[in-house]
Structure formats: C-alpha cells, structure tokens
Nanobody
Framework: QVQVVESGGGLGQPGGSLRLSCAAS????????MGWYRQAPAPGKQREFV?????????NYADSVKGRFTISRDIAKSTLYLQMNSLKPEDTAVYYC?????????WGQGTQVTVSS
C-alpha cells in the first residue's frame, strides 16, 4: 500500500506562485506514475487532470496550466512537487496528489489552493 500526503496549499495572489508537495510512504518502490488533479469549488465541477510525471521523468500537463505549472519528483525523498507560477483565480481548487502502482491508484486527502487578491 502507498500513502500520499499533500502540503503547501494556501492563499496565493494573481500572478504569484505557490509550491505544492506530496510525500509518499509505504510500498514506494512499486510506484510508477505520480501526478496531480484538482477540483474547483463550483457545484457539479468534476475533478480534472493537472499534471503527471512517470518514473522515467516524462511529463504531461493540462492545457490550462501548460507553461505556468511545473511538476517534478525527488525519488530519493519520495516526494512529488507542483510549482505553480503566474497563478490565476481559476486555479482555485482543492489539489489532489496520486500515485499509480500496478493498476492501483492511491489518492491523498487534498490541499486547498485559493488565488485571490
């Protein structure tokens, strides 16, 4: 089993930056891909993909964050990061980290990001 715990959320200003972290523990040697989803507070809003990184270092981003967000992974620290720059109010959401291993996805509890002046 793998546990993932997010941190680093909070209040950011439009145009500013925040960095999210996701610490993995447990059977981390089985993890291949890790990534982030987010869910905005609007009623009926679905959880949407943000970014992912494979064990080989390949990355993929949603069009809405491409060029502004950067995903990275510190294998030695078993930690995933999401550097968020040029923040926009529409980035406001609960951000969820996940870890994939052999067809199983483990989710964190989420961390709130609010972008407002």
């Amino acid at each position: 089993q793998v546990q993932v715990v997010e941190s680093g959320g909070g209040l950011g200003q439009p145009g500013g930056s925040l960095r999210l972290s996701c610490a993995a523990s447990g059977s981390i040697f089985r993890i291949n891909t890790m990534g982030w989803y987010r869910q905005a507070p609007a009623p009926g809003k679905q959880r949407e993909f943000v970014a992912l990184i494979t064990s080989g270092g390949s990355t993929n981003y949603a069009d809405s964050v491409k060029g502004r967000f950067t995903i990275s992974r510190d294998i030695a620290k078993s930690t995933l990061y999401l550097q968020m720059n040029s923040l926009k109010p529409e980035d406001t959401a609960v951000y969820y980290c996940y870890a994939d291993r052999s067809g199983t996805r483990d989710w964190g509890q989420g961390t709130q990001v609010t972008v407002s002046s």
